[in-house]
């Protein structure tokens, strides 16, 4: 990838190149749960050994030095590493701010605490559904939502700023009510209305999660309302709802750009400039093998798509390609198999109507839960020997 010259209309081919100011920490791909919309990999049965407690060290160590600000320690779920509090402890004592983002299977009061006394900054805990039955058949655990409610009561005991987490999708967004209720009664201080974005597991089960335009229509008025009602009280829950790429005319601005700002690193050490980007017929590093630096700033996995020398028409003469940058690559490969093209949300692509069709779809998509592909070991591992 070429580090200087200029593209159509005098943008930088490749702009300097900013810190990598958010570091994601995805400890495991071991999970309880078996959600299936989870973004991690269809053959995450077959990755390779975990990173040790040494190995995160040198990783969050080095990111700190080159400016990395905000570390999130996701998964999987992270709970089942046992050095959880050594990990939190590390990422405080080097001045990071330190975010949880959990399940809550696993979590107990006396670990809550240990993560406290280790400088943990967030929690966010994710719920399936507002509702028991359907919460646990999604996530395929008849305990977990007593669990949730549980530890984010407790969350909130310990004093954490709380973001609770709900992924909505045809088979829950109609209580939306019922989640902002149960939201608002939980306490938390933000909640993220999350509809489903397609990749990973939800890529596979997309005709069975995608909710219908007046599902979706109707979530977000609700929430509206829901938002006025919670300042005209003075309740200080904000309520962050997110729309899925397929109803929209204009792609987002993918990870505000490929290797602009995040840096996520694997289980096994693959670094990535975004959690989706595994799927990319891209080669990508491995922190085993290089130093951040050279990961960041040198290494043609973090270089492949920054500037806009990259772009094939219509992005490369578009005129709104530096806020969105084409969009994300990962939708862009899953769906007209190029990661170089536009990605198909854009209207002004030509496989726009791949969305248009997957929108149709959804008038008359019938699938239960039931008929879902579960994220587990097993399905995994059926589709890494298909
Ligand atoms: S989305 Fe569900 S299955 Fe995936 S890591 Fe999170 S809790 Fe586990
Ligand atoms: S053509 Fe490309 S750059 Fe222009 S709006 Fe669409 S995705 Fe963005």
């Not at 701010?97 to 805990?125: P, R, V, W």
Request: proline share 5%; with cysteine; net charge negative.
């Amino acid at each position: 990838m070429p580090n200087t010259g200029s593209s159509s209309n005098n943008l930088p081919a490749t702009p300097e190149v900013g810190l990598p100011l958010w570091l994601l920490a995805e400890l495991t791909y071991r999970c309880p749960l078996q959600c299936p919309y989870c973004s991690n990999p269809l053959d995450f049965a077959a990755q390779g050994q975990e990173l040790s407690t040494e190995q995160w060290f040198r990783v969050m160590a080095e990111a700190r030095e080159m400016g990395a600000a905000q570390l999130g320690f996701s998964g999987g779920e992270p709970l089942v590493r046992q050095d959880l509090a050594e990990l939190i402890g590390e990422g405080r004592r080097l001045g990071y701010y330190t975010n949880l983002i959990t399940s809550g299977i696993g979590l107990t009061e006396q670990k809550i605490a240990a993560f406290k006394e280790a400088g943990l900054d967030h929690i966010q805990i994710s719920f399936q559904a507002s509702d028991e039955q359907v919460n646990n058949l999604l996530a395929g655990s008849k305990k977990a939502f007593a669990q949730k409610l549980d530890m984010a009561r407790a969350v909130k005991a310990h004093g954490y700023p709380m973001v609770l987490n709900f992924v909505t999708h045809r088979h829950n967004i109609d209580k939306i009510d019922r989640i902002i209720e149960l939201c608002v009664a939980l306490e938390a201080d933000f909640v993220e209305l999350a509809t489903c974005q397609f990749y990973g597991w939800a890529h596979l089960n997309r005709v069975g999660l995608l909710p219908t335009r007046a599902q979706l229509e109707r979530a977000e008025r609700i929430t509206n309302e829901y938002r006025a009602k919670l300042q005209a009280a003075g309740n200080p829950c904000k309520l962050i709802f997110v729309t899925p790429d397929y109803y929209e005319e204009r792609p987002k601005a993918c990870m505000n750009g490929w290797g602009s700002v995040f840096l996520t690193v694997t289980p096994d050490g693959t670094a990535l400039p975004c959690h989706g980007a595994r799927q990319l017929p891209v080669q990508f590093p491995n922190v085993r093998e290089h130093s951040m630096q050279h990961i960041w700033y040198d290494s043609f996995g973090f270089n492949r798509f920054r500037g806009y020398d990259w772009m094939p028409e219509p992005c490369r003469s578009c005129d709104e390609k530096e806020k969105d940058f084409g969009g994300c690559r990962c939708q862009a490969f899953m769906l007209t198999g190029d990661a170089s093209n536009a990605d198909p949300v854009c209207a002004k692509s030509a496989e726009h109507g791949i969305i248009l069709k997957a929108r149709e779809d959804a008038e008359h998509a019938h699938q239960t839960i039931d008929e879902l592909t579960f994220r587990n070991e097993r399905n995994s591992r059926v589709i890494v020997r298909s």
